[in-house]
Structures are given as structure tokens and as C-alpha cells.
């Protein structure tokens, strides 16, 4: 390595750390560098590539003659207008096809697999699957072998070198046999003339420069290259002394790597076991009015510990669960009790029953005390969601959507995922739906994910914004809150993680993917129901604090761009 290169990195190491793919961009710089022969010191007393080139050339013909490979094809010369950048001297710009006898596998189908290979003795069989992304190992070890008297088969010895040529893992899987193998067809082996490294041409395949032309090779709708392009791609070619220097300089520093990623692993690991163990010993404090503890930890960690998006989101979290345990804003003897609210409630769903606007709605079985999710302060009392819905839940419609505008949007769940409702996930319906019917939305409207991964199922979203200009599909459910209480506070409950926690666990489906909750568990969600006047300062303290997460994230976001960009920088100057 230059002096020049050795400095920049010195004195920029910092700046390679702390961005986000600051490692994975060293190592690219490290195999840029190699292929340019700015890595590893040129000796002028080594033998010339073209020297190398020449015994190549006569120990193809003799490999021929004895029928250990085929003649190989003449391939195109390397033009002056096709050299990328300049070499040192003694390097050649060469066709892969030139240094190497390369050929691909042999298929086999599913029911030939495990009915006659699967656990056979012989040698293994690697498919795309067993293969790594460069330095891993290969999976020798997946079951499936080939028996020696299958002629059939292609055999790539050891010390063959695997890529990838197809699919979505073209050009970037790649790895050494260690082992003679039988492969699949969506491989290439290359197995080297002229006591070429393997490891200085897997370096060379998992180098910037080769991916690139790699993939300005592929072609088709499923992405590939075949092997007559294939073995037409130019790589650089230094003296063989000069091969094995730079694959000794590229395994010592592939190794510092492997360090500093280990570090920066630990580092991370570290921090986000403080963040929990922070966020556990909170939530767990056996005193139920404990804002001031609550709101000091915010403060103190908000700038410590909150330094990626991961970390911010858990915050918010936190937020949300610290609010709901009245843990976050002080109580006030004053306030109308909950009780009181909840006969309003109660007259109101009678009234509305009366007029025949809604249903009587079920009986449902009083929570148990031992299934309260946590202790609540005085004044609070655990409700089930149904006592609180003045409308609902009911199931949206799903019918088939149409490619050109109409009077009738209907949401998509992409409206809802992130917990937000989000007016640009539609599609266009060719239906008439009433204005009167309850299929569209209302300013106030809580739609519930009632179908998704495990992941989203549950999920709440309030729609606010006029009526009438959107209905909802039948993977959400949709409610409307009696106006005593804050619907933002009920939205925010139904979002903490003791809300989210029910609802997974109530919910079914036939689909591991795809969980659905009905109309009986989201009924049935317990929420933890302050005073009213309490509701409304809660609501308020959240709103603030998820600002500062907004900001947070915001500043992290401008933190990684400028590191990235930097590192950027610096990598160009090489």
C-alpha cells in the first residue's frame, strides 16, 4: 500500500468506523486497491504476467492433448479502448476465460434429489444455497452427495473457484472448494492454469471493479451470464509473486476488518443492553405515580443512548408504555373519576341503541384481575375496548380494483402499517357506495389491521381529514369512539406494547403469514382508562415527546448522510 493510501486511511479511520457501511466500504477499498496494484509492493525482479501468460498457453495445449479439458475457444484480444485504467508495469489486462478452465454444474430435479442422492455416500453436492458471499466456507454438509460412478456429473476439484452466474444471487455468491464437489448448473467452477492463487481470483471476483462488469454482462428477465460471456470479462493480472503478496495483504487486512466489525458489533450490542435493561428496570418500578423517575431517565438518555433508529424506535415505545401506567404525567385528585365517564358512555350507547343507530352490543366476560396486564394508579380502571366503541368493529370490502379513476378510494394496508394513516395508499373502486353507508370513513375513525404478519396484525391508525373520501378493505376493521373519552389517548393505548402483545396472541389463521384478530378480541382488548382531563395532558406529553424522537431521528439521519458522505470522499481521494 502507497503511502499516500496508508495516510488517508490513518487519518481518516475514525471516519470509516463510524459510518454506517464504513466497513464494508474498506473492504471494497481494500480489493479496489488490489486490483489496481496499489496494495502490495511491485518488485521489479519478479517474472512479467506475460511470461505467466505464455506457460499458461502451453500448458492448455498439453492438458488437451492428454483429453484432460477441452481445446479451448480463441477469445477476442483486448483492445487499447477496452482497458478500464492503467497497470503497473509487469501487470496484463486479461480474459477471464484465458487463465483457467471454467465450466458449469449439473441440475438435478427435487424428487431425483432426495430420492436418490439424499444421504448417499460419495462426493458433495453444492447448490447456489450452500454457497457463501466470498469468504465463508462452503456447506459440504447439506445431505445431498453424488456417488463416484455417476460419469454424468461434472467434478470440480479442490481448489476451484465457485460463482454464482444466475438468479438473484448472480455475481454476488461466490467461494473456494476445498474438496473435489459435484455443483448445479447456476455455477460456475474455474479451476486455475499456472499456479494462479484461487484466492487471488475470489478476491478478484468480489472486487467493485468485477461486479460491475459482471453485471453489465447479464442478461435475460431472471438475470445471468453465460459462459461464453463470462469468460470473456477482463480482469487485471499481476506477476504470480506478486498475486501471492497481494492475497497475503488482503487476508491481514480482511482480518483487521473482521475486527473492527466485531467491535463495532459489541459496541452496538453493548448500548442496546443498557438502552433495555434502562427501559425494563422503568417499566417494572413497583410504584405505579412514578412520572418524575420516567420523565428524568427521558431526559437524561434522550442525547446517551439514542443514536440509531432502532434505539429511537424502542423509545417510543417506551413512551407509550410508560404513559399507559401512569407513569408519566403526576395525577390530579380532582379530576372527574373514571367510573363517572364510564356511565356517560354507558347512556349514550343506550341512547344510540334506542334511535336503532347501532346494536346491543354482547356481554363480554369482565377481566379477571389476574389477567390485568400491570398495576394502574388510583382513578385509573382496566375497561375492555368495547366499552368505550360507540360504533363497531365492523370488517371493510375487498372487491377487485380497476386501473383508471372513480368516485370510490379504497385504502390499501399500506395506509395504516406504520401505525399513521397515510391518504396515498389506495386504489380505485368501480362501485357506488352510498353516502350514507358506514363503509366510509369519518373524521375520528380508528382503523385496526385485523389481517397481517405477525408483525402489523392489530395495528391502529386514526383517519383524520373529511368524510366520505375513502372506504376501507376487508383486512381492516374500523371503530368510532364515544366522544368522552380522547380518541389520540385510546390510539395510543391500542399502540403500546401491552396492547400489541393481546392482540397477537389472540390472534388465528390458517396462514403462519397472514394472522387475523376478529370482532371478539379487538372487543375484548383491555386499555388501561385515566380521567378524562388526565387523558388529555397524556395525549399532550406524548405528542411533545414524540416530537423530540422526530427530531432525534431526524439528527441521526443528518449524522449518517454526513458520515457517508465523508467516507465517501475519503475513498474517492484513493
Not at 462426493?123 to 444455497?129: E, W
Not at 377487485?400 to 379504497?410: F, G, H, I, L, M
Request: net charge neutral; with cysteine; aromatic share 8%.
Amino acid at each position: 500500500m502507497n503511502k499516500h493510501t496508508a495516510a488517508l486511511l490513518e487519518a481518516h479511520f475514525d471516519t470509516t468506523f463510524a459510518a454506517p457501511e464504513g466497513v464494508q466500504k474498506l473492504r471494497e477499498l481494500i480489493l479496489t486497491l488490489a486490483m489496481q496494484g496499489k496494495l502490495a509492493p511491485q518488485n521489479t525482479n519478479d517474472q512479467p504476467a506475460s511470461e505467466l501468460l505464455e506457460e499458461i498457453k502451453v500448458e492448455k495445449k498439453r492438458l488437451a492433448k492428454e483429453g484432460k479439458i477441452k481445446t479451448p475457444k480463441q477469445l477476442p484480444p483486448v483492445m487499447a479502448e477496452q482497458i478500464p485504467y492503467a497497470l503497473p508495469q509487469g501487470w496484463e489486462w486479461i480474459r477471464l476465460g484465458s487463465i483457467g478452465n471454467v465450466f458449469n454444474g449439473n441440475s438435478i430435479n427435487a424428487s431425483e434429489k432426495d430420492a436418490k442422492y439424499a444421504g448417499a455416500k460419495g462426493l458433495p453436492y453444492i447448490a447456489t444455497k450452500d454457497v457463501g458471499y466470498g469468504l465463508d466456507p462452503l456447506d459440504y454438509d447439506n445431505g445431498i452427495c453424488i456417488p463416484l460412478n455417476e460419469e454424468k456429473f461434472r467434478v470440480a476439484h479442490a481448489g476451484a473457484v465457485l460463482i454464482c452466474a444466475e438468479g438473484g444471487s448472480a455475481g454476488k455468491k461466490c467461494g473456494l472448494t476445498e474438496r473435489d464437489i459435484c455443483f448445479g448448473n447456476k455455477l460456475f467452477a474455474n479451476e486455475l492454469f499456472g499456479k494462479i492463487p484461487s484466492r487471488f481470483i475470489l478476491f478478484a471476483y468480489l472486487s467493485p471493479f468485477f461486479a460491475k462488469s459482471f453485471a453489465d454482462s447479464m442478461t435475460g428477465i431472471i438475470g445471468g451470464v453465460s459462459i461464453a460471456k463470462f469468460v470473456e470479462i477482463l480482469i487485471p493480472l499481476p506477476p504470480l509473486a506478486e498475486q501471492n503478496r497481494i492475497v497475503a495483504k488482503i487476508d491481514e487486512l480482511m482480518a483487521r476488518c473482521d475486527a473492527l466489525e466485531k467491535l463495532r458489533t459489541d459496541h452496538e450490542e453493548k448500548r442496546l443492553a443498557v438502552h433495555s435493561a434502562a427501559v425494563r428496570q422503568l417499566l417494572n418500578i413497583a410504584e405505579p405515580d412514578e412520572h418524575q423517575r420516567a420523565q428524568a431517565f427521558l431526559a437524561e438518555h434522550f442525547g446517551e443512548l439514542y443514536t440509531v433508529k432502532e434505539s429511537v424506535a424502542e423509545l417510543r415505545k417506551a413512551i407509550l408504555q410508560l404513559a399507559v401506567m401512569g407513569k408519566l404525567i403526576p395525577q390530579d385528585p380532582n379530576d372527574q373519576p373514571t367510573c363517572e365517564l364510564l356511565r356517560g358512555i354507558e347512556f349514550e350507547k343506550k341512547r344510540l341503541v334506542k334511535i336503532g343507530k347501532i346494536k346491543a352490543p354482547k356481554s363480554l366476560r369482565p377481566i379477571p384481575e389476574k389477567e390485568m396486564p400491570y398495576p394502574l394508579p388510583i382513578g385509573w380502571l382496566w375497561v375492555q375496548l368495547q366499552d368505550l366503541i360507540v360504533f363497531g368493529p365492523t370488517n371493510g370490502f375487498s372487491p377487485k380494483a380497476v386501473d383508471y379513476e372513480t368516485n370510490v378510494r379504497s385504502l390499501t394496508l399500506s395506509a395504516t402499517t406504520s401505525g399513521k394513516f397515510r391518504g396515498e395508499f389506495y386504489k380505485y373502486l368501480d362501485i357506488e357506495v352510498p353516502s350514507e353507508s358506514d363503509l366510509w370513513l369519518q373524521d375520528g375513525d380508528i382503523l385496526i389491521q385485523r389481517g397481517n404478519t405477525i408483525e402489523y396484525v392489530g395495528i391502529p391508525a386514526i383517519y383524520r381529514g373529511e368524510p366520505n373520501q375513502y372506504i376501507y378493505p376487508d383486512l381492516m376493521m374500523k371503530i368510532r369512539l364515544s366522544d368522552s373519552v380522547d380518541k389520540n389517548y385510546v390510539l395510543y393505548a391500542m399502540s403500546s406494547d401491552s396492547c400489541r402483545d393481546y392482540l397477537r396472541k389472540n390472534a388465528s389463521g390458517t396462514s403462519g403469514t397472514m394472522p387475523k384478530i376478529n370482532q371478539g378480541a379487538l372487543n375484548s382488548l383491555p386499555i388501561p382508562l385515566p380521567p378524562l382531563n388526565l387523558q388529555k395532558k397524556i395525549v399532550s406529553k406524548i405528542d411533545q415527546l414524540m416530537d423530540l424522537c422526530e427530531s432525534l431521528e431526524e439528527q441521526i439521519y443528518s449524522a449518517t448522510t454526513q458520515k457517508t458522505l465523508l467516507l465517501n470522499a475519503v475513498m474517492a481521494q484513493m
